[in-house]
């Protein structure tokens, strides 16, 4: 492998850092402040591209390989209708949080809102990154050598 | 701070079976992805299937003499928050739904391990069950945005499944992509019909805006997203001029894929044409009854001649099937267009009966398609005596297509002319029997080449094995069934009939 665009690679380095903690700190804010699953899941998501993207997709994959992928699409589904499975078999409707905090609903509020928006947020980075993996791994109909 | 709390009551199991109608395939469709495992799959599949139909069956009971059951998700009450709303019309629905999945499943196990990639296993049943429990969601649901959501659900894993066909003929990937240019126009379209109607009225649920369209009346802007929402509805159920995606999708997908659609997805389609015209707005609502009677009912009758007459020439017993399902969709929209309790019995009957005959036709199709890959006239001729068993089902489900006294399809046309006859529009009563002659046409057609012609002499085929055959005579023996035992189905749709034109009771 051809070790080329050296500030390109350093700068990446330094970036998916702050870039996931930011995506987590987006998440885990997003009951108050604007924000919440589906931006930090996007915001996760360019971590994983941006690495792809400079250091290619079979290093990426190497970090977080398809069928993970696969398993963190479905991971998400689940802990939001989880959470309302959870409500459910705690005598409240569907997705009522107040069945997390009886005493105090609105603290149920934010125990539920925090566990289906982390639903959301790993569903979403896993639709991002499986998007990106599916067009990247496309073989392309000519080589950069035919041009 | 104290707050004040208010005392809970804990539901109770039954309390949550309309969320567990829509719950369980929902939660199993991530489940088979998370399990990974091309083993559980279909077990998975079938179970939440099996159970989706006793829970429906158990809400069946509940509403049939006209009750209603409502749901609250969240616990935030309607109309802010979203309701599940049950009654008669829509556990009729349900029921149908989750009844062709429980039979066409066994007999998909078999069709798609033949016609589908065994990689691409697991998430063909993921999307199979995002498809049914987005189906199943439509027709629960008194939410009207709530529709459109679940509307896409199924809808793009529709796309998926129709896309899926692609191992057995490459034509399934433009097929797929056509329906889903034009099912999401048709989706654009219904959204922003119920834009308009929010603008009007600033609400979301379907009985809150039918009383407030019903205090303020008609306007312009309840007029066009009116007519917005019937373009939108109009796509999905394949309605005459806008049909054009179907008979590809149907020709294209896996067999069990075009059996399941048949006979779900354009009826619950129809069904939100029916809670939109009977529920939110209502025939008091002179625009409505004014767009129906001059602009539906022309094409209705036209889709029934046009549709079926272009069948009649189809050289490919699957792609006949499909144009055959669009001129049956003009049977049920006209029902609708006589805007009286037994037109929408016969349209709500219909729905029911149609479905369960094209389940069987099209599971037909699939034990051709196994046997002979392909269903064209000139590679089934002959079958009638190598497969002696599907080819019955063939001419018993033919006949319900044709709606012969006895069968299914018989029943539902003859409430259908009833309620012509009742308004005194006795030409149409004429052409609904004039176009049942059609049917005739097509499939002797069918019956000819299974049973008149010399089979090919490089053919091999032989009777399929039982996991198809079950499923087939189901179906072909529910036609029959219904045909004769017509108090069934006639009282279920009669009650969903009087609770949509609001006459329960009286």
Same mark, same amino acid.
């Given at each position: 492998?051809?070790?080329?665009?050296?500030?390109?690679?350093?700068?990446?380095?330094?970036?998916? %850092?702050?870039?996931?903690?930011?995506?987590?700190?987006?998440?885990?804010?997003?009951?108050?402040?604007?924000?919440?699953?589906?931006?930090?899941?996007?915001?996760?998501?360019?971590?994983?591209?941006?690495?792809?993207?400079?250091? !290619?997709?079979?290093?990426?994959?190497?970090?977080?390989?398809?069928?993970?992928?696969?398993?963190?699409?479905?991971?998400?589904?689940?802990?939001?209708?989880?959470?309302?499975?959870?409500?459910?078999?705690?005598?409240?409707?569907?997705?009522?949080?107040?069945?997390?905090? @009886?005493?105090?609903?609105?603290?149920?509020?934010?125990? !539920?809102?925090?566990?289906?928006?982390?639903?959301? &947020?790993?569903?979403?980075?896993?639709? /991002?990154?499986?998007?990106?993996?599916?067009?990247?791994?496309?073989?392309?109909?000519?080589?950069?050598?035919? $041009? | 701070?104290?707050?004040?709390?208010?005392?809970?009551?804990? /539901?109770?199991?039954?309390?949550?079976?309309?969320?567990?109608?829509?719950?369980?395939?929902?939660?199993?469709?991530?489940?088979?992805?998370?399990?990974?495992?091309?083993?559980?799959?279909?077990?998975?599949?079938?179970?939440?299937?099996?159970?989706?139909?006793?829970?429906?069956?158990?809400?069946?009971?509940?509403?049939?003499?006209?009750?209603?059951?409502?749901?609250?998700?969240?616990? $935030?009450? @309607?109309?802010?928050?979203?309701?599940?709303?049950?009654?008669?019309?829509?556990?009729?629905?349900?029921?149908?739904?989750?009844?062709?999945?429980?039979?066409?499943?066994?007999?998909?196990?078999?069709?798609?391990?033949?016609?589908?990639?065994?990689?691409?296993?697991?998430?063909?049943?993921?999307?199979?069950?995002?498809?049914?429990? &987005?189906?199943? &969601?439509?027709?629960?649901?008194?939410?009207?945005?709530?529709?459109?959501?679940?509307?896409?659900?199924?809808?793009?894993?529709?796309?998926?499944?129709?896309?899926? *066909?692609?191992?057995?003929?490459?034509?399934?990937?433009?097929?797929?992509?056509?329906?889903?240019? /034009? !099912?999401?126009?048709?989706?654009?379209?219904?959204?922003?019909?119920?834009?308009?109607?929010?603008?009007?009225?600033?609400?979301?649920?379907?009985?809150?805006?039918?009383?407030?369209?019903?205090?303020?009346?008609?306007?312009?802007?309840?007029?066009?997203?009116?007519?917005?929402?019937?373009? *939108?509805?109009?796509?999905?159920?394949?309605?005459?001029?806008?049909?054009?995606?179907?008979?590809?999708?149907?020709?294209?997908?896996?067999?069990?894929? =075009?059996?399941?659609?048949?006979?779900?997805?354009?009826?619950?389609?129809?069904?939100?044409?029916?809670?939109?015209?009977?529920?939110?707005?209502?025939?008091?609502?002179?625009?409505?009854?004014?767009?129906?009677?001059?602009?539906?009912?022309?094409?209705?009758?036209?889709?029934?001649?046009?549709?079926?007459?272009?069948?009649?020439?189809?050289?490919?017993?699957?792609?006949?099937?499909?144009?055959?399902?669009?001129?049956?969709?003009?049977?049920?929209?006209?029902?609708?267009?006589?805007?009286?309790?037994?037109?929408?019995?016969?349209?709500?009957?219909?729905?029911?009966?149609?479905?369960?005959?094209?389940?069987?036709?099209? /599971?037909?199709?699939?034990?051709?398609?196994?046997?002979?890959?392909?269903?064209?006239?000139?590679?089934?001729?002959?079958?009638?005596?190598?497969?002696?068993?599907? =080819?019955?089902?063939?001419?018993?489900?033919?006949?319900?297509?044709?709606?012969?006294?006895?069968?299914?399809?018989?029943?539902?046309?003859?409430?259908?002319?009833?309620?012509?006859?009742?308004?005194? $529009?006795?030409?149409?009563?004429?052409?609904?029997?004039?176009?049942?002659?059609?049917?005739?046409?097509?499939?002797?057609?069918?019956?000819?080449?299974?049973?008149?012609?010399?089979?090919?002499?490089?053919?091999?085929?032989?009777?399929?094995?039982?996991?198809?055959?079950?499923?087939?005579?189901?179906?072909?023996?529910?036609?029959?069934?219904?045909?004769?035992?017509?108090?069934?189905?006639?009282?279920?749709?009669?009650?969903?009939?009087?609770?949509?034109?609001?006459?329960? %009771?009286?």
């Amino acid at each position: 492998m051809i070790r080329h665009h050296l500030i390109l690679r350093v700068v990446t380095k330094l970036l998916i %850092g702050p870039i996931m903690l930011f995506a987590l700190y987006v998440q885990f804010h997003g009951d108050y402040s604007p924000g919440g699953g589906f931006q930090a899941g996007v915001i996760m998501a360019v971590a994983f591209i941006i690495y792809g993207v400079v250091f !290619g997709l079979a290093t990426v994959q190497q970090v977080l390989p398809p069928w993970l992928v696969h398993k963190l699409l479905a991971l998400g589904v689940i802990i939001y209708a989880g959470t309302g499975f959870a409500s459910l078999f705690l005598g409240y409707a569907y997705l009522d949080y107040g069945a997390f905090s @009886p005493a105090h609903p609105e603290h149920g509020q934010h125990w !539920g809102i925090l566990a289906v928006e982390l639903g959301v &947020g790993i569903t979403v980075t896993g639709v /991002m990154v499986a998007v990106y993996y599916a067009f990247a791994a496309r073989t392309p109909m000519l080589s950069d050598e035919d $041009w | 701070m104290a707050t004040e709390v208010l005392p809970h009551t804990a /539901m109770t199991l039954h309390d949550h079976l309309p969320m567990l109608q829509i719950l369980v395939p929902f939660f199993a469709a991530p489940l088979i992805v998370f399990l990974g495992s091309r083993r559980l799959a279909w077990p998975v599949a079938f179970a939440a299937s099996v159970i989706s139909l006793v829970i429906s069956w158990m809400l069946l009971m509940q509403v049939i003499d006209g009750g209603v059951i409502t749901y609250h998700i969240g616990g $935030w009450e @309607p109309p802010l928050g979203i309701e599940y709303r049950i009654d008669a019309a829509n556990a009729f629905v349900l029921f149908l739904v989750s009844a062709v999945s429980v039979v066409v499943l066994p007999f998909a196990k078999t069709s798609v391990a033949d016609e589908v990639a065994a990689r691409d296993h697991t998430l063909f049943y993921a999307a199979y069950l995002l498809c049914f429990s &987005g189906l199943m &969601g439509v027709a629960i649901t008194g939410d009207a945005f709530n529709v459109f959501v679940f509307l896409e659900i199924s809808s793009l894993s529709t796309y998926v499944l129709i896309a899926s *066909g692609a191992a057995r003929d490459k034509r399934a990937l433009t097929a797929a992509y056509d329906y889903l240019i /034009m !099912g999401t126009i048709g989706a654009t379209f219904f959204v922003i019909g119920i834009g308009f109607l929010y603008m009007a009225t600033g609400t979301l649920n379907m009985a809150d805006l039918a009383d407030r369209i019903g205090t303020q009346g008609g306007n312009r802007t309840v007029e066009a997203g009116f007519a917005f929402i019937l373009v *939108g509805v109009g796509l999905k159920l394949a309605f005459y001029p806008m049909h054009l995606w179907l008979p590809n999708a149907y020709t294209f997908a896996p067999s069990a894929i =075009s059996a399941f659609l048949a006979a779900t997805a354009t009826k619950v389609a129809v069904y939100v044409l029916l809670r939109f015209t009977f529920t939110v707005f209502s025939p008091a609502f002179q625009f409505e009854v004014l767009t129906l009677q001059f602009v539906i009912m022309p094409f209705a009758l036209l889709a029934m001649f046009a549709a079926s007459f272009v069948a009649v020439f189809q050289s490919d017993f699957k792609r006949m099937l499909a144009y055959s399902s669009i001129a049956q969709i003009g049977y049920m929209l006209l029902g609708i267009c006589l805007l009286t309790e037994t037109g929408l019995t016969a349209a709500i009957v219909h729905l029911f009966n149609h479905g369960i005959t094209k389940a069987a036709l099209f /599971m037909a199709v699939g034990a051709y398609v196994l046997r002979n890959k392909d269903t064209f006239y000139n590679d089934i001729c002959g079958m009638g005596r190598k497969m002696p068993w599907t =080819s019955a089902a063939v001419v018993i489900s033919g006949l319900s297509l044709i709606g012969v006294p006895g069968t299914a399809g018989f029943v539902s046309k003859w409430v259908l002319v009833q309620g012509a006859l009742e308004k005194g $529009w006795w030409p149409i009563a004429t052409l609904v029997v004039a176009s049942s002659l059609l049917a005739v046409v097509y499939v002797w057609r069918v019956i000819e080449v299974l049973y008149l012609q010399p089979a090919r002499s490089d053919s091999t085929a032989t009777e399929v094995p039982m996991s198809m055959l079950v499923p087939i005579w189901i179906a072909a023996i529910a036609c029959i069934w219904f045909g004769i035992d017509t108090d069934t189905t006639l009282t279920a749709a009669r009650s969903a009939a009087a609770g949509l034109l609001g006459t329960a %009771g009286q």
